[in-house]
DNA sequence: GATAAAATTCGACCACGTTCGACTTTTTAT
DNA sequence: ATAAAAAGTCGAACGTGGTCGAATTTTATC
């Protein structure tokens, strides 16, 4: 019988998640304990540290599961042969959506994936990595049925999708962009040039252009 | 004599940070205790929390030093009638040579300026004022000059070119971009096709295209 | 100059994340 | 079946960041 450990192991291993989530959920992920997330789970409190080394890996463990979970809805959700610029916003308004439903989750996650410390690289890149395959989907499927033009660059296209998704996470964080809304009209605008320069037709709006002009005088008024 | 507390407060404040900062450098952020600042400033430990409300604070207050610094040494050396490209390089280059010169320091810089908490955000969006700003003006002065075809929205410009900025950095922290060399490569292309959104023109070249190819491997390539 | 009020300093103290090594349970080898 | 090895468990112990209140120093008032 060489289960009964593996089976014991991957049950704990859940057990632990499970609490911690409860937990962080509860109470937010400073305010709670390694000790209590340990007695929730009924365990040692030592005995977390044979399954994270650190407290915000079980925290990160948990995300991974939730994105897994999220890009299935999303694939479902999602219609493959929607116009490009649709799709691209649905797939960021979900990481949005994610990532805000608890602020404080939707900053650690993104701190580690976008800026992971050294040890943290491997973990950062698969989910990165999971992200930029889906853009890269979008877009070829987009090309394939002829609505971009076939002469761009496919890494460099993800580049800017990437960029512009890292900004629009960060100007919320930031406190620039207010809400949903605000942030899918961005998107909308910002997304429909970048793919002018892929090679997609954009032309630009009237109630866009009022948002503009409130996000100017809050963006780039100097402080002093 | 009302100055004697103001003028001592201000020294200490800033024998707290160069003890941090030789601290830090010597055996990094996290290495460095309190009690170790707060005995190689000459203080006691408590004190420090006069000064500052978290060890994370002490370390930010040395950056915006630094940054002034760093944007006054950059002002200088820029040539404000370059082309528009090599100016935001510079600019790009210069920021990431402050963040990479040590990697420690710069993950927690960038990761408190792009995503701060929620009591961190006013720090935050002055920082970035500054980088925004500073792109805003070599746009302005670009277009003054007709480098720029006059159509394009400012603010979207500038969240194009900073939404790159933030690509570069998260790249390099992930591990995508390995040096400066590579950093420099790819920031042309991307710059170039940025701009050529905005209205400047943009052709493809030869040596980038075998770099785009390596990091398309590097990138797109799926972990199993 | 004396005294009250306010600001500042300090290290003992607290709660927490992480480490450690003694102990228990499971696996492997004979 | 049994012993040795390996894997896993546990809470005491350690070092840390941050708090607190008593003590000290500076400022304000007369």
New binding site residues.
């Given amino acids: 019988?060489?289960?009964?450990?593996?089976a014991?192991?991957q049950a704990?291993r859940q057990a632990i998640i499970e609490a911690a989530v409860r937990l962080f959920a509860e109470k937010g992920f400073?305010?709670?304990?390694?000790?209590?997330i340990?007695r929730a789970a009924?365990?040692?409190?030592?005995?977390?540290?044979?399954?994270f080394?650190?407290?915000?890996e079980i925290f990160l463990a948990f995300c991974e599961d939730e994105i897994d979970y999220a890009f299935a809805a999303l694939a479902e959700k999602n219609d493959p042969e929607a116009p490009v610029l649709e799709q691209l916003l649905t797939l960021f308004i979900s990481q949005f959506r994610f990532v805000t439903r608890n602020q404080e989750f939707g900053r650690l996650l993104m701190r580690e994936m976008a800026l992971p410390r050294s040890t943290g690289r491997a973990q950062s890149r698969e989910l990165n990595g999971r992200y930029v395959r889906g853009v890269g989907e979008i877009l070829e499927r987009a090309r394939g049925r002829g609505e971009l033009s076939g002469c761009f660059d496919p890494l460099t296209a993800i580049g800017h999708l990437y960029a512009l998704h890292l900004l629009m996470l960060s100007s919320w964080y930031s406190g620039y962009l207010q809400n949903e809304a605000e942030v899918t009209a961005m998107l909308r605008v910002l997304l429909r040039q970048a793919l002018a320069g892929i090679g997609a037709e954009a032309e630009p709006s009237r109630a866009e252009r009022e948002l503009l002009q409130q996000l100017q005088e809050r963006t780039l008024a100097a402080e002093h």
């Fill in positions: 019988m060489r289960g009964i450990r593996e014991k192991k704990t400073e305010k709670t304990s390694i000790e209590q340990a009924g365990i040692g409190k030592g005995t977390i540290y044979g399954y080394r650190a407290k915000e």
